[in-house]
């Protein structure tokens, strides 16, 4: 008798789990790594949707896009989160996004009004160093292609990351590009396929500088007690990110995709951001920005270009670093 209420037992918990909606999220390696910040997001998330929140990681953010334009309207994804503004125009040519019909007001640098997309989080690029070891820091592109610095820098074809360096020098530089990029080709260490290869190399030594973010010594500063990283400060400016996500228009589960969405911009999710994505948040939560925030640089001009230009730029773009680089 105990067999036959053991096996009923066992088929109403296989049952219970297959109503369970399962939300399938697409997106980038660090999101989803355990200490990003997609452990804490699921949980939250979790306990308000009687859902199931799976994350997959695809790589970079580049990636990411790649891999869904291979999937087409057969992707399983029912959320794509981790495209930002360089990507959003290839994004929605695509035709795969549904419109999100939501408009949150967000505490961003620039106006937003995408009706596909919608911001999770921003940040600045920039190049990270160690205090202790670099005492000639570049205080712009050019002096950073003229110094001997040796740096790390991640494929624009792959990474969200390289594709921003890409429109920040093209920003700065216009026709004068690529001889930026042949006189930065002897700092080049290597191009790595995403960023937490290329900062794992700056972080054992491999390069004394790493393309990362004017928020990345906050990590080092909140969670390591470590104030010995900084951002260099570059007189051209810096080449803003804006992260986005948006939902799927062949989602098998469009309300809960909505629901997702709106949770993401709500205090509970953006109050994860700064200490496991190490971004600013869309929309400041109610308790601020963590205390060493504070102590990160303020770039001297915002630099980023609409999405339909860093579309039509990215091609050219693309194929005079591939040029300069391979001389």
């Known amino acids: 008798m105990k067999y036959l209420t053991l096996a009923a037992g066992l088929l109403m918990?296989?049952?219970?789990?297959?109503?369970?909606?399962?939300l399938t999220v697409y997106t980038y390696d660090s999101?989803?790594?355990?200490?990003?910040p997609g452990p804490a997001v699921e949980k939250a998330f979790e306990a308000t949707c009687d859902c199931d929140l799976q994350f997959v990681g695809t790589g970079d953010g580049a990636a990411l896009l790649a891999r869904l334009k291979l999937e087409g309207a057969r992707t399983k994804a029912d959320v794509v989160l981790g495209l930002d503004t360089n990507l959003t125009a290839d994004a929605a040519a695509t035709?795969?996004?549904?419109?999100?019909?939501?408009?949150?007001?967000?505490?961003?640098?620039?106006?937003?009004?995408?009706p596909l997309f919608l911001p999770y989080d921003w940040g600045y690029f920039a190049f990270v160093y160690d205090k202790t070891?670099?005492?000639?820091?570049?205080?712009?592109?050019?002096?950073?292609?003229?110094?001997d610095a040796k740096i790390v820098?991640?494929?624009?074809?792959?990474s969200t990351p390289?594709?921003?360096?890409?429109?920040?020098v093209k920003m700065v530089k216009g026709d004068g590009a690529k001889a930026l990029w042949t006189d930065l080709a002897d700092n080049i260490v290597t191009v790595t396929k995403g960023w937490s290869e290329a900062y794992?190399?700056?972080?054992?030594?491999?390069?004394?500088?790493?393309?990362?973010?004017?928020?990345?010594?906050a990590y080092h500063l909140i969670a390591e007690k470590d104030d010995s990283k900084a951002a260099a400060a570059f007189s051209d400016g810096h080449y803003m990110q804006i992260e986005v996500a948006g939902k799927i228009a062949s989602s098998k589960h469009p309300e809960l995709a909505d629901k997702f969405l709106s949770f993401m911009e709500s205090d509970a999710f953006q109050s994860i951001i700064p200490t496991t994505n190490w971004m600013y948040p869309a929309i400041t939560p109610a308790g601020g920005l963590p205390k060493g925030f504070e102590t990160l640089i303020t770039p001297a001009k915002s630099l980023i270009l609409p999405a339909d230009e860093a579309?039509?730029?990215?091609?050219?773009?693309?194929?005079?670093?591939?040029?300069a680089l391979s001389k």
């Open 13 to 22: 918990a296989g049952g219970a789990m297959a109503d369970t909606p399962v």
């Open 31 to 36: 999101f989803v790594s355990e200490w990003g």
């Open 95 to 114: 035709g795969l996004f549904a419109p999100h019909g939501q408009a949150p007001k967000f505490d961003l640098p620039v106006a937003w009004n995408d």
């Open 133 to 147: 070891k670099m005492k000639t820091v570049p205080g712009s592109l050019a002096e950073l292609a003229a110094s």
């Open 153 to 158: 820098i991640e494929d624009p074809r792959s």
């Open 162 to 168: 390289g594709l921003g360096l890409l429109m920040w």
């Open 200 to 217: 794992g190399m700056f972080l054992g030594g491999e390069a004394d500088m790493v393309l990362s973010y004017t928020t990345s010594p």
């Open 311 to 323: 579309a039509k730029l990215r091609d050219p773009a693309l194929a005079e670093w591939l040029s």
